[in-house]
């Protein structure tokens, strides 16, 4: 606390002495110790704004002009065979087009059964997109989110490949899983800071703790090009500078899938009326991010390299969960419960 003061109080001196912010002295990091209770995040409940038009976002890759690949085959009108999203998967969107700049018109969930009305060339990505009927109407769905049966194989579009896509079913975990590196906790859950802090040194590879999607990668500019990447203590305008990464510095969220997660969360889950919701998981401070907007990544895949970038004393990892439903979490990040990551590690 003596060395918020001393900063607090050279800050001011700064403002109101006659030097220019831009004189500031760097703020102190305190020296790495293994006191188990160093302050080193004091993050609380920052909401990243909104960016982006949320039907635009990239989720799955790159889009680009769909006109030309759409290719409805009119035989596919008379066919008649099913495909299935495919059990393992939480919530899906169905698009108004076969491409995701096309907006969200429906949604539905794994293990739903469509009949399939047809179905798109490849996309840029790989990917086929398939149009189905729901309750709200005709929609496309891509098609790694689906299984698909041998009798579309009538289907003109459709050949052997389309019937064996690389599996992504995942059994869903009967056990708690691993840190997401090997440390140990320095700062654990409570009230002013719904997070864990894990004791991290520099450069300390951090990995995914379940298959998910990139939905979020805050870039810290202004952690680059300065003689620190950190800033401490922060007051509200850092946190809500994008510059600064909402305080958060280089930071990466992942969206999971309800099946995917541990018995202890699911059931915290079913409690608060979010089965077969998302479980969100932002990694913050990072020195080097590894992944990009829209990638699936694999549990145990490197996310990035652990830093003291953004509004941090030392260097650590920031791990913070929530839980929701919606596909994305940009500009909604406070509307999502926080979650106690004591429900998904065995500590
Ligand atoms: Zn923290």
């Known amino acids: ?35 188990p209770h160093v302050d080193s995040c004091v993050l609380f409940n920052i909401e990243i704004p909104s960016t982006q038009d949320l039907d635009s976002l990239p989720l799955y890759g790159p889009s680009t002009d769909a006109e030309a690949d759409i290719d409805i085959s009119a035989q596919s009108l008379n066919i008649s065979c099913n495909i299935q999203i495919r059990p393992h998967l939480g919530i899906v969107s169905v698009r108004g087009g076969p491409r995701l700049d096309f907006g969200v018109i429906a949604r539905t969930v794994g293990g739903t059964f469509f009949k399939l009305q047809g179905a798109s060339e490849k996309d840029p990505d790989g990917h086929r997109w398939y149009t189905i009927t729901t309750p709200a109407g005709a929609g496309w769905v891509r098609g790694d989110v689906v299984i698909i049966t041998e009798d579309c194989l009538v289907h003109s579009f459709i050949t052997e490949d389309d019937l064996t896509p690389p599996d992504p079913i995942i059994e869903t975990p009967t056990e708690r899983f691993p840190l997401p590196a090997d440390v140990r906790i320095n700062q654990g859950y409570h009230s002013r800071h ?48 994008p510059a600064w990464g909402y305080g958060y510095g280089n930071f990466v969220t992942i969206r999971h899938d309800y099946a995917l997660m541990p018995p202890t969360l699911r059931e915290h889950m079913d409690d608060n009326f979010l089965t077969d919701g998302f479980v969100y998981i932002l990694y913050a401070h990072f020195a080097e991010v590894h992944v990009r907007l829209g990638e699936v990544v694999n549990q145990g895949q490197r996310l990035g390299l652990s830093g003291n970038h953004g509004c941090s004393s030392a260097p650590h990892l920031h791990f913070e969960v929530r839980m929701g439903r919606d596909e994305t979490i940009d500009g909604q990040w406070l509307n999502q419960k926080a979650v106690n990551p004591d429900l998904l590690f065995e500590v």
Request: aromatic share 6%; with cysteine; hydrophobic share 30%.
């Open 1 to 35: 606390m003596g060395n918020f003061i001393q900063t607090l109080v050279k800050l001011i001196q700064s403002l109101f002495g006659g030097s220019t912010p831009t004189t500031t002295p760097p703020a102190q990091s305190p020296p790495q110790t293994d006191e």
């Open 194 to 241: 719904p997070a864990y802090d894990l004791n991290t040194a520099m450069n300390t590879p951090i990995t995914a703790v379940s298959q998910g999607l990139v939905v979020r990668v805050g870039e810290c500019t202004n952690c680059e090009g300065r003689s620190r990447p950190n800033i401490f203590p922060c007051f509200g305008n850092i946190l809500k500078d």
